[in-house]
């Protein structure tokens, strides 16, 4: 379940860095705060889907987790996409990491023991 959350945390991130970086060199300054946190926030969210591959620092992994499903609610919410096929397919993609993580805590304290 470990590599499955950081498989599912390094695409979610990679798509959102992807996505929101064309949208950023397409139309500007258009909402660019919110832009620019995704942005940071999807290296983050790959940073931590790394750190569950390589099974380190479990506080990162959760975190990260916790902020894909955070964009993935104000997604969600409306606040930027109206595709409703993508945005419940990414809240999913969102959520599992979490329990994930969240089951397999053990993994985490056996490997720095």
Do not use: N
């Not at 790394?50 to 099974?55: D, Q, T, Y």
């Not at 992994?61 to 595709?83: D, N, P």
């Amino acid at each position: 379940m470990r590599i499955a959350a950081g498989i599912l945390l390094i695409v979610v991130g990679m798509f959102l860095l992807s996505s929101f970086v064309s949208v950023l060199i397409d139309y500007g300054s258009y909402e660019l705060a919110f832009d620019l946190f995704v942005i940071i926030a999807s290296v983050f969210i790959v940073t931590g889907g790394v750190f569950c591959l390589m099974r380190k620092v479990w506080g990162l992994c959760l975190a990260s987790a916790l902020v894909t499903l955070f964009i993935m609610i104000v997604w969600l919410v409306g606040l930027r996409f109206a595709q409703t096929w993508l945005t419940w397919l990414m809240s999913i993609a969102g959520t599992l990491p979490i329990i994930f993580v969240s089951v397999r805590k053990k993994d985490w304290q056996k490997s720095q023991a």
